[in-house]
């Protein structure tokens, strides 16, 4: 999975900010990274953590992995986070109400239709853009993107 979204692309390019991607495989393994931590890694490891699977199979490496670079370049552990065994982004069967009420907000609906055709990444991104406390720029650009207005 190395799939960047457009509205990714104003730090794409230098991976200045954690992609949606890299954000997938932290909630997937298990681990809360800071963006001070991100910053403070390299080009070659940042492309790294976008590169390297995070299956199910590979989780506790690359949750191993990302804890050495952190304790490499901090000198501490990164945060855990429990992980969800049935995390919304995988359900297809039903859109969390957070992000109806998000899409409400700006004036659309998703329709469990709609919902069913996005991959679990873009399901992903759509739950994190629309968290009432993340600042939601990029949530309008994101529908859009998903062809979803």
């Not at 393994?29 to 590979?58: D, I, M, N």
């Not at 992000?99 to 992903?124: D, M, N, S």
Request: aromatic share 10%; charged share 20%; glycine share 2%.
């Amino acid at each position: 999975m190395n799939e960047f979204f457009q509205f990714e692309a104003d730090f794409v390019e230098s991976l200045r900010c954690i992609p949606m991607q890299v954000r997938y495989k932290l909630d997937t393994c298990g681990v809360k990274l800071k963006l001070s931590h991100w910053t403070q890694f390299s080009a070659t490891e940042r492309q790294a953590l976008v590169e390297k699977p995070c299956s199910p199979e590979e989780m506790v490496a690359y949750r191993e992995f990302l804890q050495q670079l952190v304790q490499q370049h901090t000198g501490n552990a990164a945060g855990e986070l429990p992980i969800d065994s049935h995390p919304a982004w995988l359900n297809s069967t039903a859109i969390p109400q957070d992000l109806l009420a998000k899409a409400k907000e700006v004036g659309t609906t998703i329709t469990l239709q709609q919902w069913q055709l996005l991959t679990p990444l873009q399901r992903f991104a759509l739950i994190k853009l629309s968290r009432p406390s993340h600042e939601n720029k990029n949530f309008v650009p994101a529908l859009q993107e998903f062809h979803l207005v």
